[in-house]
């Protein structure tokens, strides 16, 4: 177990995290897990080696509770060598004119907060173990969208990935921002057909990871081909 690198996934439960979390058990990562309730979490560690897997009711927007969950993978598996700051949530229709604000607190606090809440919790350890962080943006954080506070936080995510990294100049931590077109998760109430799948984009993840330590990828952009005309 010793000899594996362990890495950390926040909103794992379902969707990218959970996709990304099988995909990394497969390739041998001890794996820290969590999310705001731990019911899934916990069958998903028994479809993995449970042996090998973590999991943590942790609330993103409490950086109290991201602190103790950082020292609970340290002390379960010795060493923390990347994290894939993942947990997010959407909005609600209404636009700047008519979107109650409650969502956009919520929006705030997940998307933004939450993920700086991972990485200031997580960041002293990385730099340790010269390691990795990996934050879900999404192409919405470089396209214009009517009225949409969701997008807005994903720019704001994108500017998280961009200093955070000209801040690990010299440390040895590689920074990662993954920005992936829609997905066909449970964030969305109907399915999505023509959209991505949570394992494309978890293999985006595990591409990053996969490079040597003399290789930086910086920003990997990832949209479902268009529907073939005709």
Not at 21 to 27: G, L, M, S, T
Not at 129 to 149: F, P
Request: net charge negative.
């Amino acid at each position: 177990m010793a000899s594996s690198r362990t890495l950390l996934i926040t909103g794992a439960s379902t969707g990218i995290g959970a996709a990304t979390a099988r995909q990394a058990a497969a390739q041998n990562f001890n794996l820290v897990l969590a999310a705001r309730s731990t019911e899934k979490l916990e069958q998903l560690a028994q479809e993995l080696d449970a042996d090998r897997v973590r999991t943590f009711a942790c609330d993103v927007t409490d950086y109290a509770a991201q602190e103790e969950l950082v020292a609970n993978a340290v002390e379960a598996f010795g060493s923390l060598d990347a994290v894939f700051a993942n947990a997010g949530c959407g909005g609600e229709p209404g636009g700047f004119s008519g979107a109650p604000v409650e969502s956009w607190q919520r929006i705030v606090n997940t998307n933004i907060l939450g993920v700086a809440y991972t990485l200031r919790a997580s960041l002293e350890e990385l730099k340790k173990a010269k390691g990795h962080v990996i934050i879900t943006g999404s192409i919405a954080g470089r396209t214009v969208l009517k009225g949409s506070m969701y997008a807005a936080s994903k720019w704001a995510v994108s500017a998280i990935g961009y200093n955070l990294r000209e801040e690990m100049r010299g440390t040895g931590v590689r920074v990662t921002l993954i920005e992936p077109g829609m997905v066909d998760t449970p964030f969305f109430d109907d399915p999505k057909p023509d959209a991505l799948r949570p394992d494309d984009v978890a293999r985006t993840v595990l591409f990053a990871l996969s490079q040597p330590p003399n290789v930086d990828i910086g920003e990997l952009v990832v949209l479902p081909t268009p529907p073939t005309e005709g």
